[in-house]
């Protein structure tokens, strides 16, 4: 059975798609890149930019041969993402504070009732809230 014809029976409210309709959207989900193309960050580029600024760094981006706002986007370009180092380093953290979490309520049945669970935005010593938390 066509997409087209099961989504029409099942939502028989909904105004009636065509296959038309869902053969552009496919073609739209399966085009890799859509939207404006990221030229300024492609890695040749970068490597061009950073290696014609340490032979001379008193280019201009048109000397170098790149838009002017190339130089920007290079050194803003995301470093990469959390390393699975960092991500350990979390999980060990979390992992010692249920061990010990769990140890005090093995020790002390009443444990859980001593805690207070409170929110920085409502509560404060001095009796004031953030407003920079009441957004």
């Known amino acids: ?4 014809e099961l989504f029409n029976e099942l939502h028989p409210n909904r105004p009636q798609i065509t296959q038309t309709c869902v053969s552009k959207l496919f073609k739209k989900f399966n085009k890799l890149h859509t939207g404006r193309p990221k030229i300024a960050t492609d890695d ?3 490597i061009n930019v950073l290696l014609s600024i340490q032979e001379n760094p008193h280019l201009s981006s ?3 041969g790149a838009s002017q706002f190339t130089p920007f986007c290079v050194e803003t370009a995301p470093q990469g993402k959390v390393s699975s180092i960092q991500d350990a380093a979390r999980s060990r953290t ?3 504070f249920c061990n010990t979490m769990l140890d005090k309520f093995n020790m002390d049945l009443e444990f859980g009732k001593k805690i207070v669970f409170t929110d920085e935005a409502t509560f404060m010593l001095h009796g004031f809230y953030n407003k920079q938390n009441y957004r």
Do not use: K, N, P
Request: proline letters at 0%; one cysteine or more; hydrophobic letters at 45%.
């Open 1 to 4: 059975m066509m997409v087209c």
């Open 44 to 46: 040749d580029t970068i």
């Open 62 to 64: 048109r000397e170098v």
């Open 94 to 96: 979390c992992v010692e």
